[in-house]
């Protein structure tokens, strides 16, 4: 009886820890993404301008 109420005191203490982690890092890993497609698009435009000021021609 002891390990079993050993192993709930665990569960409740822990599982909070763990969901809030999880939440965390999922929220971090959308707001690296969002900061990826910014340099992404900033980076494909400043390109485009340099090309447009050098005049070249594909």
């Known amino acids: 009886m002891r390990k079993v109420l050993l192993w709930l005191l665990l569960l409740v203490a822990c599982l909070p820890l763990a969901v809030i982690a999880l939440v965390m890092y999922s929220l971090g890993w959308l707001l690296a ?26």
């Open 33 to 58: 993404l969002a900061f990826r497609f910014v340099g992404i698009v900033l980076g494909n435009a400043f390109e485009f301008l340099r090309e447009m000021l050098r005049g070249k021609s594909a």
